[in-house]
């Protein structure tokens, strides 16, 4: 995991910068199927309702890792928006919005961190009932 962020953020940071050299906003400009930062917004936030959004899809990501169903993860990380906000550090880097860079690199540290602590929260007392010895 720590070397695709490792990764994700200097390739953020070289599309941002293709992006540029071609004249293309890389946040967006007003060219997209929303009002333009509306999802730079989000994903840089720090707000209770991210949190819980972010509180439940660490839950569920952790169950359905549990149950076997780790192929349905995926609508779970597109609710947690880890990919997103570890581009943003990259962009913000390269537009010279440090104060972007800064609240994104926050946020996904925000967010991995509450993903830890509720994927233990979860797995922990699942792994000693089935120690145990006892089936769900």
């Given amino acids: 995991m720590i070397k695709g962020y490792a990764v994700l953020v200097p390739a953020a940071a070289l599309t941002a ?11 967006g ?11 730079v917004d989000y ?5 209770w309702t991210a949190t819980l959004v972010t509180v439940v899809a660490g839950v569920a990501g952790a169950l359905l ?3 076997n169903r780790a192929v349905l993860t995926a609508g779970v990380m597109i609710a947690l928006a880890l ?3 570890a581009a943003l550090v990259g962009v913000g880097l390269v537009t010279g919005d440090l104060d972007l860079a800064t609240r994104a690199g926050l946020r996904w540290l925000h ?6 602590i509720t994927a ?8 000693v009932y ?6 769900m």
């Fill in 17 to 27: 910068l293709l992006l540029q050299t071609l004249g293309t906003d890389p946040l």
């Fill in 29 to 39: 400009g007003s060219g997209g199927y929303l009002p333009s930062g509306i999802l």
């Fill in 43 to 47: 994903w840089d936030d720090l707000s």
């Fill in 65 to 67: 890792i549990a149950a």
């Fill in 83 to 85: 990919v997103p906000t």
């Fill in 111 to 116: 967010d991995a961190g509450i993903v830890l």
């Fill in 120 to 127: 233990t929260a979860v797995l922990m007392p699942i792994r």
């Fill in 130 to 135: 089935r120690r145990r010895g006892l089936k």
